[in-house]
């Protein structure tokens, strides 16, 4: 995951930079439950991805659905 993508992970759960210290950013405890979710769904969709690609590759059994739904607990 680059810096940018996790910038924007952290704008889109409700972080901003701080005015009076620009090089911080500010979290409150809901803005930062939604950034971890945010994070661990990437996480998920990679892990799905390697797992379809081996299931290609291997003629392996995977079910990515299951993992994807975790998501949802």
Known sequence: ???EEIIEMARE???YYSKKYPDEWRLDDDDLV???KLIAEKERE???AVLRQLHDSYSLTS???AI???GQQ
């Open 46 to 48: 990679k892990f799905c």
């Open 34 to 36: 939604r950034f971890a």
């Open 13 to 15: 759960a409700g972080g």
């Open 68 to 70: 994807r739904a975790r």
């Open 1 to 3: 995951m680059t810096k």
């Open 63 to 65: 079910d990515s659905n």
